[in-house]
């Protein structure tokens, strides 16, 4: 049974990288990378941990965390690519909530933090190992930057851009609670 996205009950929160509250998106990337690209969750754990922090955290970039009572639930990040575009990373969904569209509200909220930092272009590279990834980025709107008739590994890693436009929030999405 896939249960819907309830807005008034998600909560937005600006953290750290070693934040408590972002620690189950570190370990289950961990887990989904090395499943699908090797290594063991450890070691890819670590490196998630170990990627500079400050790249995520204000002016230039935020890591953001979407809970529902209390649990965190998705997430997302963003760095400085260049002067126009930032960098989306770590987009996550928690297994176990996966299927009601909070991929999607991640890329929302941080498009409109992305926005507010005044850059004007969003990129991103999701594995050749990630179908689910490629469909998100390509329903919210980014356009592949590779040829979509190769087969995904020849490609290697998959790079999408968007261009970010003006754009009035809507009602139902201002009833979210963001929290710095």
């Known amino acids: 049974m896939t249960r819907r996205l309830n ?3 998600l909560r937005v929160r600006h953290v750290a990288q070693d934040d408590p509250l972002a620690a189950p998106l570190l370990a289950e990337l961990a887990v989904e990378y090395s499943s699908r690209y090797g290594g063991t969750a450890g070691e890819v754990h ?3 941990r170990d990627y500079p922090a400050a790249e995520f955290a204000p002016p230039h970039g935020a890591l953001l965390m979407v809970t529902r009572n209390a649990e965190a639930v998705a997430g997302g990040a963003f760095q400085r690519y ?6 989306l990373k770590r987009i996550w969904t928690a297994r176990e909530h996966r299927r009601q569209g909070l991929g999607l509200f991640v890329l929302e909220q941080l498009e409109a933090e992305i926005a507010r930092r005044g850059y004007r272009r969003i990129y991103l590279t999701t594995g050749p190992r990630q179908p ?6 390509l329903r919210a709107g ?3 930057l ?4 190769l087969p ?3 490609i290697g890693p998959h790079p999408f851009d ?3 436009t003006a754009r009035k929030q809507s009602p139902a999405r201002e009833s979210v609670g963001v929290l710095a």
């Open 152 to 154: 995904a590994e020849e």
């Open 7 to 9: 807005l008034p009950e």
């Open 142 to 144: 980014y356009t592949a």
């Open 162 to 164: 968007k261009r970010l």
């Open 146 to 149: 590779y040829d979509p008739d």
């Open 132 to 137: 689910e990834a490629v469909g998100l980025y």
């Open 82 to 87: 260049d002067a126009e575009t930032a960098e």
């Open 46 to 48: 670590a490196d998630l």
